[in-house]
C-alpha cells in the first residue's frame, strides 16, 4: 500500500541553524509534492509544491528537493527562527487531475532561541 | 486571511445526537474535501466533492454523510455521534485547472467531543 514516511521523532534546531526535513514514500508515483505547516488545533497551511521534473524549488527562507529515484522529498528552513516551530505535513499528489492527495503524518519542529 | 470557515470551533456533545459540522470557502473552487485527524495522526480523508451535486467517500470509512448544493458549502453530518467519532474534523478546497497546484487551503477544523 501506499506510505509516506517523515521523521516521527521531534527535530530540536538552534536558532539561526538551518533545519532539514525528510519524507520518503514507498509504493507511489507522485507528479507532484507538497510541503504544509501545521500548527497545534489549526488547519494545515500549503507552503510549496514541486514537480517529479523539478530538482528544486525555493520560496524566501524554504527549499524543497524532489528525488524521484530515491523516492525522498528534503524540506529545508535557512536562518530558522523560533516562528517556525511547528509540524511540516508532506503531501503527495499522482497527476494534475487527481484532486486528492495524501498526507504524511508530519515532523514536529522546535527552534530554541 | 482564511478564505474557507468552519463552525463550530469546539463541540462537546452527547451519545446518539445528530450533529452537523459547517464548511463554507469564498474563493469560488470547484473541489472540497472533509479530512479526519487524531493528534500526531495523518489526515485520512473521508469525503470529497469535485463539483454542486458531486460527492464520493475518501479513503477512511466513516458515518458521516456529506452534501454539496451549492458550490461554497460543504456541510458534514453525523446522524448519531458516538465517543469513537471524538476527533479533529479539517474542510478543504482546491481549484482546478491551472490554479490546481497551489495546494489546498484548509479552515481552521472542528474539534469534536463524543461523551
Known amino acids: 500500500s501506499q506510505k509516506i514516511e517523515q521523521n516521527s521523532e521531534a527535530l530540536n534546531i538552534q536558532e539561526g541553524k538551518t533545519a532539514t526535513l525528510t519524507c520518503n514514500y514507498t509504493?507511489?508515483?507522485?507528479?507532484?509534492l507538497q510541503w504544509y505547516r501545521q500548527d497545534p488545533g489549526r488547519g494545515p497551511v500549503f507552503l510549496l509544491l514541486?514537480?517529479?521534473?523539478?530538482k528544486e524549488k525555493r520560496k524566501e527562507r524554504l527549499k524543497v528537493t524532489f528525488d524521484t529515484t530515491l523516492k525522498q522529498s528534503l524540506f529545508h528552513i535557512t536562518a530558522s527562527q523560533p516562528a517556525d516551530s511547528a509540524t511540516y505535513l508532506c503531501?503527495?499528489?499522482?497527476?494534475?487531475?487527481?484532486?486528492?492527495?495524501?498526507f504524511g503524518s508530519g515532523t514536529r519542529l522546535s527552534i530554541r532561541p | 486571511e482564511a478564505d474557507i470557515y468552519q463552525t463550530p470551533r469546539y463541540l462537546v456533545i452527547g451519545t446518539g445526537k445528530k450533529i452537523t459540522l459547517e464548511c463554507s470557502q469564498t474563493?469560488?473552487?470547484?473541489?472540497m474535501y472533509w479530512y479526519q485527524q487524531d493528534p500526531g495522526m495523518e489526515l485520512h480523508l473521508i469525503h470529497y466533492?469535485?463539483?454542486?451535486?458531486?460527492?464520493e467517500k475518501g479513503d477512511l470509512s466513516s458515518e458521516s454523510t456529506v452534501s454539496r448544493i451549492r458550490t461554497e458549502h460543504f456541510p458534514l453530518t453525523l446522524e448519531s455521534a458516538r465517543p469513537s467519532h471524538t476527533s479533529q474534523y479539517l474542510c478543504?478546497?482546491?481549484?482546478?485547472?491551472?490554479?490546481?497546484?497551489?495546494?489546498?487551503?484548509f479552515g481552521s477544523g472542528t474539534r469534536l467531543t463524543v461523551v
Open positions: 514541486i514537480r517529479e521534473n523539478e
Open positions: 466533492s469535485y463539483g454542486v451535486n458531486s460527492t
Open positions: 509504493n507511489y508515483s507522485p507528479a507532484y
Open positions: 503531501a503527495l499528489q499522482r497527476d494534475s487531475s487527481a484532486s486528492k492527495i495524501i
Open positions: 478543504a478546497s482546491s481549484d482546478s485547472g491551472q490554479r490546481a497546484n497551489y495546494g489546498y487551503t
Open positions: 474563493m469560488g473552487h470547484d473541489k
